[in-house]
């Protein structure tokens, strides 16, 4: 735990990080296995994290977290409202006024922090799938972390529907990645589709940056619909 490698907080964690763990993840792009023992402790400091920002500067620091927990788990203004007895107006001000002080709080106070914990969580340098967040830090938090980021807008932490993954830091790289693809052919098989990855992975300023052919292959993916081994650009089956 963090206590018994006298860390008490993810930004010591981060400063310790390269003594206490490089040599168990060097040269490995799959960081789960190997970062399961601080799991733990990751998740209940991004807990800490979320719960603080959602009840901030809140004399019913409850009613806050309380009402984006169960928003982001998909229930009604007013299914939450008859838990509490209060009205689905109520709720939904409870609801505005908790985002607005959590989004205020992202982005002057935490936002390197929560940047820094999801990065070092991620197989991949710029993003952190949503899927694996779930696996890591469970279903409850991963939806209440989506939930906020949903709303939030800055240009080095958003949550992207379309590929149902988190960007972290400067995303610039997508939209290149994304007009490279609509130059691709309208149709192509599944084995083009490594070759179409791997020549925009190995373009400079993606090599940079550490986007990997799996990556790209995702967006791609993405795109086109596929039947059998032929992928379709999306657009045209409108």
């Known amino acids: 735990s963090l206590k ?4 008490i907080s993810i930004s010591d964690l981060i400063k310790r990080f390269d003594d206490q763990v490089y040599n168990l993840i060097k040269d490995d792009t799959n960081l789960e296995n190997k970062l399961a023992f601080l799991c733990d402790d990751i998740r209940e400091e991004l807990k800490e994290i979320l719960y603080f920002i959602t009840s901030y500067n809140n004399p019913k620091k409850l009613n806050h977290y309380f009402v984006l927990q169960h928003r982001s788990n998909g229930l009604t203004l007013e299914s939450i409202g008859n838990k509490i007895n209060v009205t689905r107006e109520r709720i939904r001000q409870i609801e505005k006024k908790a985002l607005t002080n959590a989004i205020s709080l992202l982005n ?3 936002l390197f922090e929560i940047k820094t914990i999801l990065k070092y ?10 899927d694996q967040l779930y696996s890591l830090i469970g279903d409850e938090l991963a939806k209440l972390l989506i939930y906020i980021l949903d709303d939030f807008e ?7 529907e379309n590929y149902n993954f988190i960007l972290i830091g400067d995303f610039d790289w997508l939209n290149q990645i994304e007009l490279l693809v609509q130059e691709l052919p309208d149709k192509f098989s599944s084995v083009e589709l490594n070759s179409y990855s791997t020549r925009i992975a190995e373009m400079d300023v993606f090599k940079y940056l550490s986007i990997t052919n799996d990556l790209i292959e995702d967006i791609i ?10 992928f379709t650009k999306s657009n045209l089956n409108l």
Do not use: A
């Open 4 to 7: 018994n490698l006298n860390i």
């Open 108 to 110: 002057h106070r935490l």
């Open 121 to 130: 969580l991620s197989r991949y340098q710029n993003v952190i799938y949503v």
């Open 221 to 230: 993916k993405k795109n086109y619909s596929v039947k059998g081994e032929v």
């Open 154 to 160: 800055n240009e080095h932490l958003t949550y992207n």
